[in-house]
């Protein structure tokens, strides 16, 4: 078999994004646990990204079971719980949310510099409010950033369990 350029480039990518995607929306309807919640994706500096990752979480249910979904662009309701992306230099609305049970955020290491640390900053108050489940996920940036600064914590005071992933 020749392998083309793009089908090596694909053999790379580890589709976390992907399978953290199907992991909320299964999270969503296993059961009830999730009604009335919501579940938060932030992205980087722009919405379009945040449409990309709310389509792709739709596309696991329209085509295949036929539903249709009549919500914003940005938000996916399921189940009685709602999943909403932001991007990460608007999120006043972020952060004025009730009980987030799940927050993703997505190519987290390549937010700005201030962003990285609000976004870090707002979902780790969740914690004392709604004990959310926080997900990091990124290819690493540069040394400074939000994933070396968590790499550097001490294991016994780091809020997150770390893993790194090589797809090689």
Same mark, same amino acid.
């Given at each position: 078999?020749? +392998?083309?350029?793009?089908?090596?480039?694909?053999?790379?990518? +580890?589709?976390?994004?992907?399978?953290?995607?199907?992991?909320?929306?299964?999270?969503?309807?296993?059961d009830e646990t999730f009604d009335g919640s919501q579940m938060c994706i932030v992205t980087g500096?722009?919405?379009?990204?945040?449409?990309?990752?709310?389509?792709?979480?739709?596309?696991?249910?329209? $085509?295949? +079971?036929?539903?249709?979904?009549?919500?914003?662009?940005? @938000?996916?309701? +399921?189940?009685?719980?709602? &999943?909403?992306?932001?991007?990460?230099?608007? &999120?006043?609305?972020?952060?004025?949310?009730?009980?987030?049970?799940?927050?993703?955020?997505?190519?987290?290491?390549?937010?700005?510099?201030?962003?990285?640390?609000? @976004?870090?900053?707002?979902?780790?108050?969740?914690?004392?409010?709604?004990?959310?489940? &926080? @997900?990091?996920?990124?290819?690493?940036?540069? $040394?400074?950033?939000?994933?070396?600064?968590?790499?550097?914590?001490?294991?016994?005071?780091?809020?997150?369990?770390?893993?790194?992933?090589?797809?090689?």
């Amino acid at each position: 078999m020749e +392998l083309s350029k793009t089908n090596i480039s694909g053999l790379r990518r +580890l589709q976390v994004a992907e399978f953290i995607l199907r992991m909320m929306a299964w999270l969503c309807t296993r059961d009830e646990t999730f009604d009335g919640s919501q579940m938060c994706i932030v992205t980087g500096p722009n919405i379009e990204m945040a449409i990309k990752l709310i389509r792709r979480a739709k596309d696991i249910f329209e $085509p295949k +079971l036929g539903l249709t979904f009549s919500n914003k662009e940005t @938000v996916l309701e +399921l189940n009685g719980c709602t &999943i909403e992306a932001y991007p990460s230099n608007h &999120i006043d609305s972020y952060r004025a949310l009730d009980s987030p049970k799940f927050i993703l955020l997505d190519e987290a290491d390549f937010f700005r510099k201030g962003e990285q640390e609000e @976004v870090r900053h707002v979902s780790e108050r969740y914690i004392g409010k709604s004990d959310p489940y &926080i @997900v990091m996920v990124s290819t690493p940036n540069n $040394p400074g950033g939000l994933f070396y600064n968590i790499e550097k914590e001490p294991e016994d005071s780091c809020l997150y369990k770390r893993l790194k992933i090589d797809y090689n």
